[in-house]
């Protein structure tokens, strides 16, 4: 039944989007298929500095969608390091922060990693807090700075994080802004709000880890979910699987893996295997 869902998803998402009604009639959720196809399109690697990577994996354990999430890494031989991996999208610019009622995601920290617990993947929100074009700061939301802080981190685990919290999620700026103050100022959602009514995404909004980080970090993603007046949109982060090699791979409902390419039915399976179109 797992396998059967993901087939759906990898079908019917990298099509388009699946829709189907989540609240009421007017309420939808979309799902997204992100693999590697979309990176330098809908997805960029941005920022991601020498020693930073970016990939999409199987796994790691059971994923919170699907069979496949995102990895960042970041490689430290030398103690300070400025490895950072990077990877964001522009799909929400010039959506209201007051329009968000809904941000999440689930995110894994490997074992293998030798930073400091503290650090792991790490939620980036570019905005313009003044909401005339002309203000820029970005919003970081960071695992270790919600209630039960550096405690409630585990590795080898996924976790869920819930970003908005009904307002009450903690944030941090990158800029001084009305109400916050750069880098050491931990406040609300909803505090962030009220000083800045009009903000809005003006530029990149994904995931971030590294620059600064001393040791090696490895680390997953998957499932974010970003809900604007009632209507949410999911990231399913996918491996690549495909292209078939064989027609037997095509039967038995296998057309139905393949997301590079991905295949209507059977029949179209096989003949990408015979001409290769």
């Known amino acids: 039944m797992r396998h059967l869902r993901r087939h759906v998803l990898l079908v019917l998402g990298l099509a388009g989007m699946l829709v189907f009604s ?13 693999t590697q196809n979309d990176v330098g399109f809908s997805w960029i690697t941005a920022d991601t500095r020498s020693g930073g990577n970016v990939s999409f994996v199987a796994g790691p354990a059971t994923a919170p969608l699907s069979d496949g999430s995102l990895q960042m890494t970041t490689t430290d031989a030398n103690g300070a390091s400025n490895a950072k991996a990077q990877l964001v999208t522009g799909a929400h610019v010039g959506t209201p922060l007051s329009a968000i009622d809904a941000l ?9 990693s030798t930073n400091p617990v503290a650090q792991r993947m790490g939620l980036n929100v570019a905005v313009d807090f003044v909401g005339n074009g002309a203000s820029f ?35 941090w700026s990158t800029k001084d802004i009305p109400g916050v103050c750069a880098f050491t100022c931990y406040v609300t959602w909803d505090t962030i709000l009220a ?21 090696q970090f490895s680390g997953n993603a998957d499932a974010l979910t970003v809900g604007v007046s009632g209507n949410s949109t999911v ?11 064989n027609k037997d791979e095509c039967k038995n409902g296998g057309w139905m893996i393949f997301n590079n390419p991905t295949f209507k039915n059977q029949g179209q399976c096989i003949q990408y295997v015979n001409t290769g179109k």
């Open 235 to 245: 990231y399913d982060f996918e491996p690549l699987i495909g292209p078939p090699t």
């Open 195 to 215: 000083n800045n009514p009009n903000a809005k995404i003006s530029g990149a909004f994904g995931f971030n880890v590294g620059s600064g980080w001393t040791g």
């Open 22 to 34: 989540t609240l009421g009639a007017s309420a939808v959720t979309t799902n997204v298929v992100v």
């Open 137 to 171: 700061t970005t919003l970081v939301f960071e695992p270790v700075y919600q209630p039960g802080g550096v405690s409630a981190l585990l590795t080898d685990t996924w976790q869920y994080w819930d970003a908005f919290d009904g307002g009450d999620a903690i944030w």
């Open 104 to 112: 999440s995601f689930w995110d894994y920290r490997a074992s293998a």
